[in-house]
């Protein structure tokens, strides 16, 4: 189903007769970005808590920072921006930093 944020762009393209290359390209921009959301929300209502802030805190953070590598890739991929780009990356390895700094931790606090 288009929504008609993009139905509108889609109907004046082809009035114009302008190729849909571009706005299809958004349109996988847009699935990726929020299939990235969803599987994130979804791992993070998924988790049953444990009573302990400190377990709970890290073993929610992991699928929050996957999200964001998940989304920061959507960046790299679709971003036009240099700096966005850039922070993209940035993003993608903090992250990933993390993720193991709180692996590290609940293995250590099991």
């Known amino acids: 189903m288009i929504t008609l ?4 762009p889609l109907a004046l393209s082809l009035i114009m007769g302008v190729g849909t290359a571009a706005l299809a390209q958004d349109m996988g921009y847009e699935k990726k970005m929020m299939a990235a959301h ?16 400190d377990k709970d805190f890290a073993m929610m953070m992991l699928p929050h920072h996957q999200g964001a590598i998940d989304m920061a890739e959507v960046e790299l991929k679709y971003g036009k921006d240099p700096m966005l780009k850039k922070m993209a990356q940035e993003i993608i390895d903090a992250q990933k930093k993390e993720i193991e700094e709180l692996k590290k931790w609940q293995s250590e606090h099991h």
């Open 5 to 8: 944020r993009l139905a509108i």
């Open 38 to 53: 969803k599987k994130m929300m979804d791992d993070m209502t998924a988790m049953k808590s444990t009573g302990d802030p």
